[in-house]
């Protein structure tokens, strides 16, 4: 047995497309009525939240979608044992009629604290609000507030999808809604005209507001119905070969993948040692999950391979090529045997 290389696959699992999908402003609608489907079809959400509304009904200044619910931490906590995740939608969503009077220390650093004390662990990405106006400006205050690892945001004329080396401040966001043909809503994006070629290997995130049967704006909100519906396209489509998963692990993933570098030892024919390390790596990031590809000279026979947690994969004889997933952090080792 030779290991020849060792390869990070750009997405978990070596998925052909990865789906997200984030709820803006974490009211009690998507508990009840988003959560259970998303269930249905193992698909891991994200509710982005007003950080300084929490438990209490929604009072922004100057919106048409006030008076709803906002998810207090106990719901929070919930979905975040449920494997779903939460990220930061501003501490009072704050009107643009006059972006000079915004308080950003407010809205992006106190927000962060507020959040993380409610719910007793990181928040590591903000979802910005109103992206277009004052997107430069938040982005400069995300990127030097210790805690954040991402910025997502919303856009009507950008590409709406992230390939493998998105920027992790510059996450595009899909709107995703009752009314799905909208002029500026892209159609291929679209439930009715999505096309899936155009997402092989990429990340799409799509973003909706709240989930009621009787939708009280068609341009941002959906009914279960249609989230169903393009929960179940999704599914369809894609099958096992899409990874599901909630923003925060996609971007730990990319992280770790970015600044590890594995490291072959190689001391007899039977035996090699995958040294994991890693440069210049977010501490928020300090350990999670990479899928690795090792590809050997010849037939290898029977191999296993061991990480930090025990066995993770073995390969039937004939096989010259191996793909597992394991935890990895700083320092681990993982060990390729030849039975």
């Known amino acids: ?29 998507c508990l009840a009525n988003a959560f259970p489907i998303a269930q249905q079809y193992e698909i891991l959400g994200d509710v982005a939240v007003v950080a300084g509304q929490l438990g209490e009904k929604r009072h922004v200044e100057r919106s048409s979608l006030n008076d709803y619910f906002h998810m207090g931490p106990e719901h929070l906590k919930f979905l975040l044992s449920q494997g779903w995740s939460v990220s930061n939608h501003s501490y009072s969503h704050p009107p643009l009629r006059d972006p000079s009077s915004i308080d950003y220390e407010q809205e992006i650093v106190e927000s962060y604290h507020v959040l993380e004390r409610a719910l007793g662990q990181p928040v590591p990405v903000f979802s910005s609000w109103n992206s277009f106006e004052v997107y430069d ?17 919303a856009s009507n004329d950008a590409e709406h999808i992230n390939g493998p080396d998105f920027d992790p401040f510059s996450i595009w966001r899909n709107r995703l809604c ?9 159609p291929w994006l679209s439930r009715r005209g999505f096309e899936p070629e155009r997402v092989q290997g990429k990340w799409l995130v799509d973003v909706t507001h709240l989930v009621m049967y009787k939708t009280p704006q068609g341009h941002k ?7 169903e519906g393009r929960f179940d396209q999704m599914r369809t489509l894609f099958g096992d070969s899409m990874w599901a ?50 590809a050997f000279a010849d037939d290898p026979g029977t191999v296993e391979v061991r990480g930090p947690d025990g066995a993770v994969q073995t390969t039937p004889a004939g096989e ?20």
């Open 1 to 29: 047995m030779r290991v020849t290389s060792v390869d990070i696959v750009p997405w978990k699992d070596d998925a052909t497309f990865v789906y997200s999908v984030v709820f803006d402003e974490g009211t009690i609608d």
């Open 137 to 153: 400006t938040v982005r400069a205050w995300v990127e030097r507030t210790p805690g954040y690892l991402a910025l997502t945001r």
């Open 178 to 186: 009752e009314d799905d043909e909208i002029e500026y809503l892209l």
């Open 221 to 227: 909100c959906i009914s279960p119905y249609a989230l």
């Open 245 to 294: 998963a909630n923003p925060d692990d996609v971007v730990r993933y990319a992280y770790l993948r970015r600044h590890c570098t594995p490291i072959v030892e190689q001391p007899s024919q039977a035996r090699a040692t995958i040294s994991v390390e890693f440069s210049r790596l977010p501490p928020q990031t300090a350990e999670g999950q990479l899928t690795f590809v090792l």
């Open 320 to 339: 010259r090529r191996l793909r597992f997933t394991c935890r990895v952090n700083p320092g681990a080792e993982l060990e390729v045997t030849a039975r």
